[in-house]
T-cell receptor, first 118, second 111 residues
């Protein structure tokens, strides 16, 4: 296992089109996170899965965004009717946690999927 | 959700000097505080972390301190080297196991 992988690495699309990004986490990790990062900013939380359950969604995530993790393994992030403001790097990260108070594990990030909306 | 504030946004130091980056958080239930280094065009990578049952942790030239009462934590880099130049992010993991990031500090080490 070589770590978290994301596909595609780059996506250029026209405004109004739909795009989908895929994330394959480290195989034994039960937690998966999606973040959005724009130039000069920190990663902004979008959503988080524990196994196949989507536990939290950011207010940043409008109705045009949807994420799934159908079998608790890979995840997809879909953006419908893209807007220029959606242009950003979309980062996926995974970790393993047992649920205990001091059990949080390191988040490992993928290389990201860079979206450019023209 | 959690609100993590980080400062300074930019920091320049001479090679060999120390660098300190400070963060505050709002959620008293947060219990895990990692620091990530991100080089240009690359993914964030963990450099050190601290849990809320510990006040200080050190790993070679890097140390992190945590003050739970004041809800702030700091990164200390000693004997800085040019390869330490990067953007550094602090983060806080909430009781719901969600990780929120600060806005980043661009560190420049001047040879």
């Amino acid at each position: 296992d070589t770590g978290v992988s994301q596909d595609p690495r780059h996506k250029i699309t026209k405004r109004g089109q739909n795009v989908t990004f895929r994330c394959d986490p480290i195989s034994e990790h039960n937690r998966l996170y999606w973040y959005r990062q724009t130039l000069g900013q920190g990663p902004e939380f979008l959503t988080y899965f524990q196994n196949e359950a989507q536990l939290e969604k950011s207010r940043l995530l409008s109705d045009r965004f949807s994420a799934e993790r159908p079998k608790g393994s890979f995840s997809t992030l879909e953006i419908q009717r893209t807007e220029q403001g959606d242009s950003a790097m979309y980062l996926c990260a995974s970790s393993f946690g047992t649920g205990g108070r001091y059990s949080a594990g390191e988040l490992f990030f993928g290389e990201g999927s860079r979206l450019t909306v023209l | 959700g959690e609100n993590v504030e980080q400062h300074p946004s930019t920091l320049s130091v001479q090679e060999g000097d120390s660098a300190v980056i400070k963060c505050t958080y709002s959620d008293s239930a947060s219990n895990y505080f990692p620091w990530y280094k991100q080089e240009l065009g690359k993914r964030p990578q963990l450099i050190i972390d601290i849990r809320s049952n510990v006040g200080e942790k050190k790993d070679q030239r890097i140390a992190v301190t945590l003050n739970k009462t004041a809800k702030h934590f700091s990164l200390h880099i000693t004997e800085t080297q040019p390869e330490d130049s990067a953007v550094y992010f602090c983060a806080a993991l909430t009781g719901a196991n969600n990780l929120f990031f600060g806005t980043g500090t661009r560190l420049t080490v001047i040879p």
